[in-house]
């Protein structure tokens, strides 16, 4: 936090003026968000599908190609949901918050 001192036009008063840092985080941590757990969730079923279900249905090569579908989808939805979106807070605020 800084403080600047400023002239008002001609007169000698002083004012006081108050300036706290802006500060952003990117999006909340990966492991926070519910497109991770449905993530989690999808894989567990494709490879307990692949366990449980005749190998010549739906065999493991099969399992892990629809697994590497869903990580370049789930990279791409956390690549867009980082790319444009920030939270903010003010410097003053936070550490008070954690004092």
Known sequence: MST????????????????ERRLSTETKASFKTTEFFAYIAAVIGVLGAAAIVDATD??????WFFVTLLTIGYMISRGLAKSGSRDFYD????????N
């Open 4 to 19: 600047h001192t400023a002239q008002a036009g001609s007169t000698s008063a002083r004012r006081e003026v108050t300036v």
């Open 58 to 63: 739906f065999g493991s090569q099969d399992a």
């Open 91 to 98: 410097a003053e605020t936070d550490r008070n918050n954690h």
